[in-house]
């Protein structure tokens, strides 16, 4: 196989769509607490996770990620 300069920046002619932006719906104080408080009543071994989600504004695929690092 040949080497060959190549004089032009082909990736400069693909035209890339721009991503749609989503309006993201913040839960109110009382959703939030009402989350808690039906993790809290179910006895929830999940419950910790909630309390990231909320606390730290982790994702799901974070707080999924971080399960699975205390697993291993």
């Known amino acids: 196989m040949e080497e060959e300069e190549i004089g032009k920046d082909v990736a400069s002619l693909v035209k890339v769509p721009k991503p749609r932006r989503r309006r993201i ?8 607490s009402q989350f808690l408080a039906d993790g809290a009543a179910r006895g929830d071994h999940l419950f910790a996770a909630r309390m990231l989600v909320l606390g730290l504004g982790l994702r799901r695929g ?8 205390v697993r291993s």
């Open 62 to 69: 974070e707080v999924l990620g971080l399960a699975r690092a």
């Open 25 to 32: 719906k913040l839960w109110s104080v009382v959703e939030a």
